[in-house]
């Protein structure tokens, strides 16, 4: 990835964020029904993770240390944290990992254009 490449997440999260500012209701695939405050405290979660994902993946720390050291507080009372954090620090981690080989970092589960 380039210096002034964005993560895909990022990318992904700031078209769906256009597209629903004026939203009254966010209906997710998981989790509970939300407000559009939703999208920035999610987005802040994501920058969270990528922020300590990629400090371990820069100290060498293995995929499994690095998605047992990847605890983050501040989201630990989220709903879905406890079923989908270990998940999405595991993916990120992956990410990082395919783009060190050379190979595209996006996430299959994202919307291609």
Avoid: C, F
């Amino acid at each position: 990835m380039t210096e002034t490449a964005r993560p895909a997440y990022e990318t992904y999260a700031t078209r769906l964020q256009a597209r629903i500012r004026r939203a009254a209701r966010i209906i997710p695939g998981h989790g509970p029904v939300s407000g559009p405050e939703a999208i920035a405290e999610t987005a802040g979660y994501l920058d969270a993770l990528d922020r300590v994902i990629k400090s371990l993946y820069a100290e060498s720390s293995s995929l499994i240390e690095s998605v047992e050291k990847a605890v983050l507080p501040a989201y630990r009372d989220w709903s879905m944290y406890a079923t989908t954090h270990r998940q999405n620090a595991l993916h990120r981690y992956l990410q990082l990992e395919l783009q060190d080989l050379g190979r595209d970092p996006r996430s299959t589960a994202l919307p291609q254009r």
